[in-house]
């Protein structure tokens, strides 16, 4: 299992809706098992104006996007940098839409295998209360100043992940481990 590979992935998002909303940021750290390898993140200019709600709670606003690449120009890189990889995601049906209506849009396909490790958390520390990205980290002793914006959010569940692997082995991390998902198609 710690010879498996993962890209930990992380998006924020102009609207609470991965249906409605366009990725305004994103951010991909490669692991091989607990080992991270690489990171790349971006700023991606969702073609709209960003929201009230979603300017306070990432600190992501209109004139910081202005010059970021559009999703179809750092969609070839998000796949690449997936393939052949796990996905990891804290709720990971979120991420995971999000990048699937936005993969759709520019016709490329994203069919990765996934772990959600708010899922993961929910059945290896089943006592906790709450199961968020902040609650874990809290629980595990790992450090998380900034929560919502996509590189300290994918640094903490690379950690959230690491961690898991060291505490709980391989077998309980392969068991949360989700098939490919069939893509959508724009």
């Known amino acids: 299992m710690h010879g498996l590979k993962f890209?930990?992935?992380?998006?924020?998002?102009?609207?609470?809706?991965?249906?409605?909303?366009?990725?305004?940021?994103?951010?991909?750290?490669?692991?091989?098992?607990?080992?991270?390898?690489?990171?790349?993140?971006?700023?991606?200019?969702?073609?709209?104006?960003?929201?009230?709600?979603?300017?306070k709670l990432t600190g992501i606003n209109d004139?910081?996007?202005?010059?970021?690449p559009r999703f179809h120009e750092v969609a070839r890189t998000i796949a690449t940098?997936?393939?052949?990889?796990?996905?990891?995601?804290?709720?990971?049906?979120?991420?995971?839409?999000?990048?699937?209506?936005?993969?759709?849009?520019?016709?490329?396909?994203?069919?990765?295998?996934?772990?959600?490790?708010?899922?993961?958390?929910?059945?290896?520390?089943?006592?906790l209360e709450h199961h968020n990205l902040g609650s874990l980290c809290r629980h595990y002793g790992i450090n998380f100043p900034k929560a919502h914006r996509a590189l300290a959010d994918a640094e903490a569940t690379a950690a959230l992940l690491a961690c898991y692997l060291e505490r709980f082995g391989a077998d309980a991390i392969a068991q949360a481990i989700v098939p490919v998902q069939r893509a959508l198609r724009a």
């Open 81 to 127: 940098l997936t393939q052949d990889r796990i996905v990891v995601a804290h709720n990971a049906r979120f991420d995971m839409t999000a990048l699937a209506h936005e993969f759709a849009r520019t016709g490329l396909p994203i069919e990765r295998a996934t772990i959600c490790t708010e899922k993961l958390g929910r059945r290896l520390a089943p006592q």
């Open 63 to 68: 004139s910081m996007l202005c010059d970021a």
């Open 7 to 55: 890209a930990v992935i992380d998006v924020e998002t102009t609207e609470g809706d991965p249906l409605k909303g366009r990725v305004m940021e994103v951010a991909v750290i490669a692991m091989d098992g607990g080992i991270e390898r690489m990171r790349w993140e971006s700023l991606v200019h969702p073609g709209q104006r960003v929201p009230w709600f979603s300017r």
